[in-house]
């Protein structure tokens, strides 16, 4: 037994080992979201689906910070890496405090907003925000520097502690279950520190980091925030308009069926950690870059054909096997979000491979059809259907106009070899 463990071990790589790692993060926090959508019914669980959709924004936001960071780390070396690692842990901290300090001032507004039983789950979550954006800053450069073992340990941390600490203080105390999502998710940010060195974060220390190479960062650091945005107005904003302009029985059974649908989509988003260094390395060295999209972009495409089809073929299925009988009303529209988003997660796999390479074409047509998603949302939401509808029609059109522009830039590339 042994040393058939060593021998598969030795057979399989880094980055597969990753791959697997991810796998199961994103099914233990499918988990997660699975079992408080069973315990708490649809009303109560669409209070802990804006905290979880909080927590998805948030996660885009730091990914800036976590991008940056990846990228640099392969491109900066000896002490220009260590300036620039120091500069970018100091700039997080102060945007996660800020950040958190927004939304503890603003928890009454907030609850106001999205129609939640307590301010207090917004208090509690902006107390943790300084952490992730830390987090992310440390993921980054496990990430550039491909120590895939050490990013699996960081996620494994943070899905764990929060299943755990989360579903515990549910069963043993009789606490308000938004409060208690709350702290679960507050405890799991420390834990997702780990492995964190403290001696990289050096606040006294000067910076050495030359004009050429600080405009080089900003510029990235900026383009990569824009897309960012991008990615929350997209993922995040029918949850939260549904939420608004929706009953809470009907919002919770929204956020069961946008779960579901987005398997596709947290898949994706594994490919896209694996495409960025390997891109920016590739592109460093002078070699070509297509192969790598193309790789990714066949994944993608497969996975989400089958993830529809499956959604189209056993909807009612899926729905009670996930989510119980409550939810069942849903099923009509499984497939119809799974086609929503599989196109977007094909679509962003082009986003990301052009943020690679420093191109910011894709990255504004994102931008603008993750604002035209939005509106039009916001005029057309008589039913969940028509929602749905909608958001079908602008990722549609998004990933035609992603394909015609990387076909055009190829034509163009090609000229002038």
């Not at 749905?388 to 830039?409: E, G, P, S, T, Y």
């Amino acid at each position: 037994m042994i040393t058939i463990a060593n021998n598969l071990r030795k057979k399989i790589t880094p980055e597969q080992l990753f791959m697997i790692s991810v796998l199961a993060v994103n099914g233990g926090n499918y988990l997660y979201n699975l079992i408080l959508g069973r315990l708490l019914g649809p009303a109560q669980f669409a209070d802990a689906a804006v905290l979880i959709t909080f927590l998805l924004v948030l996660s885009f936001i730091a990914m800036t910070f976590q991008l940056v960071t990846a990228k640099f780390s392969v491109l900066f070396e000896n002490q220009l890496f260590k300036s620039f690692i120091s500069k970018i842990y100091k700039n997080a901290l102060a945007v996660g405090i800020a950040m958190g300090a927004i939304i503890i001032c603003f928890a009454a507004q907030l609850q106001h907003l999205f129609n939640t039983s307590t301010s207090s789950m917004f208090v509690i979550f902006g107390c943790g925000v300084p952490l992730y954006f830390l987090m992310s800053v440390n993921r980054g450069v496990f990430q550039g520097k491909k120590a895939f073992k050490a990013l699996s340990v960081t996620y494994q941390a943070e899905m764990l502690s929060r299943l755990l600490i989360t579903l515990g203080l549910l069963f043993l105390f009789n606490i308000q279950s938004s409060v208690v999502i709350a702290i679960g998710i507050l405890i799991s940010f420390g834990f997702g520190l780990l492995p964190f060195k403290f001696k990289t974060i050096a606040f006294n220390t000067k910076t050495l980091i030359d004009v050429s190479h600080a405009k080089q960062v900003k510029r990235f650091f900026i383009l990569t925030a824009f897309y960012e945005l991008t990615q929350i107005i997209i993922n995040n904003s029918d949850i939260l308009l549904v939420k608004h302009y929706f009953e809470s029985y009907e919002a919770g059974l929204y956020a069961s069926l946008a779960l579901i649908g987005r398997v596709v989509y947290f898949i994706a988003w594994m490919f896209v950690m694996l495409l960025l260094p390997t891109v920016v390395q590739l592109k460093k060295e002078g070699k070509e870059t297509a192969s790598i999209l193309f790789k990714y972009v066949g994944y993608i495409a497969i996975i989400s054909f089958a993830i529809v089809l499956a959604c189209l073929s056993f909807p009612e299925t899926i729905i009670n096997l996930l989510f119980g009988n409550s939810y069942i009303t849903m099923a009509p529209l499984l497939w119809k979000y799974a086609i929503a988003t599989s196109m977007f997660a094909i679509s962003n796999i082009f986003a990301y491979y052009y943020l690679s390479l420093d191109r910011y074409v894709p990255v504004i047509i994102s931008g603008v059809f993750g604002m035209l998603q939005m509106v039009l949302v916001v005029f057309y939401h008589e039913s969940l259907e028509q929602v749905v509808h909608m958001q079908i029609f602008a990722m549609i059109l998004l990933l035609i106009i992603q394909v015609v522009f990387f076909k055009l830039d190829q034509v163009k590339s090609n000229r002038k070899v």
